[in-house]
């Protein structure tokens, strides 16, 4: 009964690489989203997918790019790496057909970029 | 679309004590309301949620939350808080299908951190 599940947990980069972090669910759920949490800030939605095949932006998506692999995986890109994006990374997901059931949240990546 | 806003930062109780955090939203309608809690280190639980109906929603480990929408809250209560309780809690609205904002999208409140005094 894994939920989501995120890969690294923790990861350190030097400015200008670039990585990917994975994330996936079986759950079956069809919407799946990524957040970034900074202290004071909340969560703030990155990039989402609503369903298998789309994604969009969402509040703050600039240095990101994302990918959904197939209904189970959203991965999140960071191309070349700035000490801004220094961050905890969350991935959900959820099952949204009219009624909303909440969020699962994966258990974050913390991510520092010197 | 659909805002929230937690107005304290930082709520210091003693155990034993009663625990109400406050949750304010703005929408054009009865949003989708969560309450979450982030134990340090750890990823964010779901402790409740208010869809419809019965407007005191009973969560995981004691806690309750109450809809009120004359005043456009949802706040969170315990009655006696336990040292294990002492985490950040993030208030959640979602928008209604058909009734415009972001649909399927969650927007989280900025936290509150609790903690617990021995």
């Known amino acids: 009964n894994a939920g989501v599940t995120q890969t690294p947990k923790f990861q350190v980069l030097k400015t200008g690489q670039s990585m990917t972090l994975q994330c996936a669910q079986d759950m079956n759920h069809n919407s799946m989203y990524w957040y970034r949490q900074d202290p004071g800030m909340g969560l703030r939605l990155i990039y989402y997918?609503?369903?298998?095949?789309?994604?969009d932006k969402g509040e703050v998506p600039n240095g990101y790019n994302v990918s959904r692999l197939n209904k189970r995986e959203f991965s999140l890109r960071l191309e070349s790496a700035a000490p801004s994006q220094t961050s905890v990374y969350f991935c959900?997901?959820?099952?949204?057909?009219?009624?909303?059931?909440?969020?699962?949240f994966g258990s974050g990546t913390r991510l520092t970029v010197v | 679309a659909q805002s929230v806003t937690q107005p304290d930062i930082h709520i210091t109780v003693s155990e034993g004590a009663s625990l109400e955090l406050r949750c304010n939203y703005s929408y054009g309608a009865t949003p989708y309301l969560f309450w979450y809690v982030q134990s340090p280190g750890q990823g964010l639980q779901l402790l409740l949620k208010y869809f419809s109906g019965d407007t005191l929603v009973q969560g995981i480990k004691g806690f309750e939350a109450e809809f009120k929408r004359s005043q456009s809250s949802f706040n969170l209560r315990k009655p006696s808080v336990h040292w294990s309780d002492a985490a950040e809690y993030f208030c959640?609205?979602?928008?209604?299908?058909?009734?415009?904002?972001?649909?399927?999208?969650?927007?989280f409140g900025k936290g509150t951190k609790l903690s617990v005094k021995p």
């Open positions: 997918s609503a369903s298998e095949g789309t994604t």
């Open positions: 959900a997901s959820s099952e949204f057909s009219g009624q909303h059931y909440g969020y699962t």
């Open positions: 959640a609205v979602g928008a209604r299908l058909g009734y415009g904002g972001s649909q399927g999208n969650l927007i």
